[in-house]
């Protein structure tokens, strides 16, 4: 009994003296891991912490964390000092952490560990990576692991595909064997223009040996492939989104290319996350909340070899709504075709029910030269060219013209009013039948 007394009174005389430190030190140093501030998280740590951890593994370790993550904010709530494990100069508070990522929230038990500076008079953090997020220590990192799910896709009436994840191939330069004697011949090959190869190949930052992608599609000849390596290219077949009709239905199709900001702010794409490839025009656009795929994460805390310790977060991802269309690819390239190099547009609408077969607009764009990021040389080229080939021309209303007198002769010989034999005997380039159309003349 005496031996429990003594064990009480000095627990109580630990805590008392804990207590009569205050909080001093703790407050600020919670209230910076709440706004994300390591730097001045980094102003609070305990000597020992300062000792053992550069300022790089507290400070840029967590900004590129979080960055990677997507964290938005820290919210850390319900705090106590835990009196079990406090003791004289240390003082240990459990929290509840809660992390707002893009990925989704992160809630795990946070436990902070300080210790009494008497020269400073104040508590000092021992900070360690689970300050950063619960659950890590020295030997630990965070993995992302993503399970790629498949984009929806467009099929013609018939079921052939308009627009589908596909295997294709993607051509590019070798980094450090390509040259700027080797961009004339890359440009010529894979119908690039020498700027947006040079362009494609200033931008880019690859290790020696990897490849520079330059362009992708769902084919190229073999002939092609054939003399990549004489000009330090070289190709890789990867899963893609493939464009079977390329120019002919690029208007109507569209093609995929990586949100932007500002369209991650569009109520249209709420839930979107910023890595995610979206429709930019035509029907890939219109549909894309159908078509549109939600990749598996999985957020997890390893060990150094890769061995999983504990799981953050974990969605199971979602494919995307395959749509089946009205268009007849054969059809659609028909009418394409016949365009050729006009300045024009084709449709086909079958009468009887008023299905759309094709829609097509001239002169067009490669889809794929938009998807592999359209250089500002190569895009000025075509948004300047008088034929407008980025405009979707039958999206707009012209007059019919001569086109429709056919329409007025139908009706003429239904009504009985004329014959297949009537003639008549026209002066000039106006008619009318008599005053009593008033100033109406047919021209």
Same mark, same amino acid.
């Given at each position: ?159 052939? $595909? ?10 590019? %330069? ?69 464009? $079977?009709?390329?120019?002919? %239905? ?112 001239? $002169? ?35 007059? $019919? ?43």
């Amino acid at each position: 009994m005496k031996k429990w007394k003594w064990s009480a009174l000095l627990l109580f005389a630990i805590l008392a003296l804990t207590s009569c430190r205050g909080d001093k030190g703790v407050d600020e140093t919670i209230e910076a891991i709440g706004k994300m501030d390591a730097e001045a998280v980094y102003t609070h740590l305990s000597p020992e912490a300062l000792e053992k951890y550069p300022k790089e593994q507290v400070v840029d370790r967590q900004k590129k964390i979080y960055s990677d993550l997507g964290v938005t904010a820290v919210n850390v709530e319900e705090i106590e000092t835990n009196k079990e494990e406090s003791s004289g100069d240390t003082r240990v508070v459990d929290a509840k952490v809660d992390l707002e990522t893009k990925y989704g929230p992160i809630s795990n038990d946070g436990k902070y560990q300080f210790t009494y500076d008497k020269e400073a008079g104040e508590w000092k953090l021992d900070w360690n990576p689970g300050v950063m997020i619960p659950g890590m220590d020295e030997n630990s990192v965070i993995r992302i692991q993503t399970k790629e799910m498949r984009r929806g896709s467009i099929f013609d009436r018939n079921g052939e $595909p308009l627009a589908q994840d596909a295997e294709g191939i993607v051509v590019g %330069a070798v980094a450090g064997s390509f040259t700027p004697e080797n961009i004339s011949e890359a440009a010529r090959l894979l119908g690039m223009t020498e700027e947006a190869v040079k362009e494609k190949i200033e931008n880019a930052n690859y290790g020696e040996g990897q490849l520079i992608p330059l362009i992708q599609r769902q084919s190229f000849r073999q002939e092609v492939l054939d003399q990549l390596a004489a000009n330090n290219l070289s190709y890789q077949k990867d899963f893609m989104r493939t464009y $079977p009709l390329e120019e002919a %239905a690029a208007h109507v199709i569209g093609y995929l290319g990586r949100i932007t900001a500002e369209e991650l702010e569009d109520e249209k794409f709420k839930g979107y996350q910023d890595t995610d490839l979206i429709g930019k025009r035509g029907l890939e656009n219109l549909y894309d909340n159908k078509l549109h795929n939600t990749n598996g994460i999985k957020i997890y805390i390893a060990d150094r070899g890769g061995e999983e310790i504990k799981t953050l977060i974990e969605t199971e991802g979602k494919d995307g709504e395959d749509i089946t269309t009205t268009l007849d690819s054969k059809a659609q390239r028909a009418v394409y075709e016949q365009l050729g190099n006009d300045d024009a547009a084709g449709a086909a609408i079958n009468p009887q029910s008023g299905d759309i077969l094709a829609l097509a607009s001239a $002169p067009s764009f490669n889809p794929y030269e938009f998807m592999n990021g359209i250089g500002q040389e190569e895009y000025k080229k075509i948004s300047e060219d008088p034929k407008m080939p980025l405009l979707s021309k039958y999206q707009y209303t012209y007059s $019919p013209g001569s086109t429709f007198k056919a329409l007025t002769a139908i009706v003429g010989l239904n009504e009985g009013v004329i014959t297949p034999q009537s003639t008549y005997n026209i002066q000039g380039k106006q008619w009318q039948k008599d005053s009593s159309w008033g100033g109406y003349r047919i021209s």
